[in-house]
């Protein structure tokens, strides 16, 4: 009987591992953008992210929390009048809980970098016509590159035995990326879409390519020296399968639809905004994946 049962453990726990393997949150997205501070100015800053998730809901034994932290400078820069550069450089925590011992694994240092380049394919607010309303269109694309650590091996023990635990993809993918802003007076709508293209990594595991589109309502209201900007709206984001050997990986992929609220006070040198994202619907991992909402606050300086 005795043997038995350590034998059932022992399958346990290899079966807990397997499956830690394919499921849970991933930090590696898509570069989320809000509203942008003011269109025609460069920028340079600092913003802090949170995202949580729980996984294995179905497993009172596997059931996991996961959740992210990253602080990263960001900024956007005009080499030429139509051109905007920006980038992105984060340093994130990560946390893993497995629920039923309250034991923890953590992982920190630098994540993937981000480069996009727009071009101003519309801007009104240039032009010297006086309009009712006002447009603005970028489009562009850009390179993630894997400046993240990415250690996932499932034959170690030693490891973090997760690949979507891990601080950068190890792999370098390629984003597509449009913003449109229309303004009334004092309102306005402001919409992005973006799709990223993963490439396989060393270890032959590619995560699924991801499309997330923003669309958000904002009012501007001037108080003094200060603007301040409230904003609501709903973002959504799907992504594919990843795969494993060119196999698809069935316990991953899924949509995400969140209710967005911000707000974001500038001054003339300064941009400060808080937004936040509330999940409204969603279907991850065939179910065992739950995401939470999700923070984000951001401090920059205009020049």
Sequence with gaps: ??????????????????????????????????????????????????????????????????????????????????????????????????????????????????????????????????????????VGGGLKLPLGRYRYDASSAAEVDNPNFQLGTGSTDFLLNAIYTLRYQSWGINADASYKINTSNSNQYRFGNRFSTAWSIFYTKQIGKITLMPSAGIYVEHNNLDQKQQEPNTNTGGYWCAATSGLQVFTSKFALGISHQMPLAQSLAKGELRANQRLMVQLSFLF
């Design 1 to 138: 009987m005795r043997k038995k049962l350590l034998f059932t453990l022992f399958m346990l726990g290899i079966y807990g591992h397997t499956m830690a393997c394919d499921i849970c949150g991933c930090a590696n997205g898509n570069a989320f953008f809000g509203i942008l501070p003011q269109s025609h100015r460069s920028f340079i800053g600092l913003r802090y992210r949170t995202a949580g998730y729980d996984s294995h809901l179905n497993s009172m034994l596997l059931k996991t929390h996961e959740f992210f932290q990253t602080t990263e400078l960001w900024g956007r820069f005009y080499p030429f009048p139509k051109v905007q550069v920006m980038a992105f450089l984060p340093y994130q925590i990560n946390t893993q809980t497995m629920l039923s011992t309250q034991e923890k694994t953590s992982i920190q240092g630098l994540a993937d970098a981000t480069v996009l380049v727009h071009y101003n394919v519309l801007n009104t607010v240039w032009d010297t016509t006086n309009r009712v309303l006002n447009h603005n269109l970028l």
